[in-house]
């Protein structure tokens, strides 16, 4: 990984920590030619908020991105014990 990669995904994760999603629960991973990212995300706005901000700041970099929105509400059945 060059040092130009490591300071954009470190200043992503600045961005992504302190910006309008406040998320902290993101995997953030280099590879020798790709950076992932992963974790679950509250809503599908929140998600589109961070792939944006994803494609903002790695720019020109391969990205995989693995964002999984979780299911909110009440349950849909009651649980069985």
């Known amino acids: 990984m060059s040092e130009d990669t490591a300071y954009r995904i470190e200043r ?3 961005r992504l920590a302190q910006g309008e999603t406040a998320e902290l629960g ?5 590879h ?3 950076v992932s990212v992963s974790g ?3 809503d599908a706005g ?3 908020t961070v792939r944006r901000i994803v494609a903002e700041e790695l720019d020109g970099l391969t990205v995989h ?5 979780a299911a909110p509400g009440p349950p849909v059945r ?3 014990l």
């Open 12 to 14: 992503l994760r600045e």
């Open 26 to 30: 993101l995997r953030i991973e280099a």
């Open 32 to 34: 020798a030619d790709a």
């Open 40 to 42: 679950t995300l509250a």
């Open 46 to 48: 929140c998600r589109d």
């Open 65 to 69: 991105l693995d964002l999984v929105v």
């Open 78 to 80: 009651a649980e069985e």
